[in-house]
């Protein structure tokens, strides 16, 4: 059994977490990792404050070991979301893009708060404002991490804060939990890994198509969602990239999507604002169409598996994924492998 600061700060068995991705890390999966001594991130950045309730409460149902929420912070019902989850008393609150303002009232129940950065500037900042840990995401992961590589980010980043640090972005094997602890991280978070599970609600088509995938096989863009991200590569990802701005989809995209979110126009408009920055006003139209489009895309490929016009964000790491096994045999065998590698290395010493 590994334990570091990772499992003593959350309580957890295994040096594990559930990448929080919205329309997949749904209960079922997110207790599974949980249950099988990991932690599972349940994904609300695409709920209700109601839902996310609801969904709070149907986990608790199905584990009574430690989970946690993700929740994009400018994204639609954010303050709304995270105020829920600390009512709930949810152990782990876990955010990406924005400054939380929540950590005080998180601690006073005991919860922890993990910040998700791709920066290593940003992780400065994150621990200086109280974070409890720190999701550090290399270049290699699916959806949105920057330029820097996990090779690079991790021990940069671990140079600079003293907080547990959770390695994202290709992992997906003991090895790769061994190279991160070597590397200066506590645990890894994996997603697209856990993706290709049985308890994972993806469709079949595209669980298959991952394990068929080689490492060459995902594309990396800002024209899928609006921002820099990776997606499997399909025939319809391709087509994406070389498409011009797509206005047609994009109207109907944008209905789609604020109708599965319970948005409002103006309620969806202004989350792709805030998910611009200011500094590119001159492109908002443009992302917004994006986001309309690959949320619409990306939900086809999840719930429809549909391989011609889908797209799934996955991560390089699926050259490595070759089947479909049950997520507690992902966790045992990943731990089992990580102390395999970490004993092998302790014999080259002389």
């Given at each position: 059994m590994l334990k570091t600061s990772m499992t003593e700060l959350f309580g957890i068995k295994h040096p594990i977490m559930l990448a929080g991705m919205?329309?997949?890390?749904?209960?079922?999966?997110?207790?599974?990792?949980?249950?099988?001594?990991?932690?599972?991130?349940?994904?609300?950045?695409?709920?209700?404050?109601?839902e996310?309730?609801?969904?709070?409460?149907?986990?608790?149902?199905?584990?009574?070991?430690?989970?946690?929420?993700?929740?994009?912070?400018?994204?639609?019902?954010?303050k709304e979301n995270i105020q829920v989850a600390i009512e709930e008393q949810v152990p782990v609150i876990n955010y990406s893009l924005g400054k939380p303002w929540f950590i005080d009232q998180v601690h006073a129940y005991g919860g922890k708060v993990v910040g998700t950065i791709a920066i290593a500037k940003h992780a400065a900042n994150a621990a200086k404002l109280g974070c409890d840990a720190l999701v550090i995401t290399g270049h290699e992961a699916a959806a949105h991490g920057d330029a820097a590589t996990s090779l690079v980010l991790i021990p940069v980043v671990a140079s600079q804060v003293n907080i547990p640090l959770i390695a994202a972005g290709g992992f997906y094997d003991g090895r790769g939990l061994a190279a991160a602890l070597a590397l200066g991280a506590d645990g890894v978070s994996m997603g697209t890994r856990f993706i290709v599970t049985k308890e994972s609600n993806v469709h079949e088509n595209y669980k298959e198509l991952v394990v068929k995938a080689s490492e060459q096989d995902t594309l990396y863009s800002h024209v899928f969602d609006g921002m820099n991200g990776r997606v499997l590569r399909t025939r319809a990802a391709q087509q994406m990239m070389n498409k011009g701005f797509p206005l047609f989809e994009a109207f109907k995209g944008a209905k789609e999507v604020k109708d599965q979110m319970r948005l409002s126009y103006p309620q969806f408009i202004g989350m792709s604002l805030k998910m611009l920055g200011k500094e590119d006003e001159g492109y908002m139209p443009w992302i917004m169409a994006r986001q309309a489009v690959g949320t619409r895309r990306h939900l086809m490929a999840i719930t429809k598996g549909d391989i011609d016009e889908g797209i799934l964000f996955a991560g390089q790491n699926v050259g490595g994924i070759n089947d479909i096994p049950s997520v507690n045999e992902v966790i045992?065998?990943?731990?089992?492998?990580?102390?395999?590698?970490l004993d092998k290395l302790q014999k080259t010493r002389v």
């Open positions: 919205n329309w997949i890390t749904e209960p079922d999966l997110v207790a599974a990792v949980s249950n099988a001594g990991g932690l599972g991130i349940l994904a609300v950045a695409r709920c209700t404050p109601e996310t309730r609801e969904v709070i409460r149907e986990t608790r149902k199905l584990t009574d070991k430690p989970f946690g929420i993700n929740q994009i912070l400018i994204g639609a019902n954010a045992e065998r990943t731990v089992t492998e990580a102390e395999e590698v």
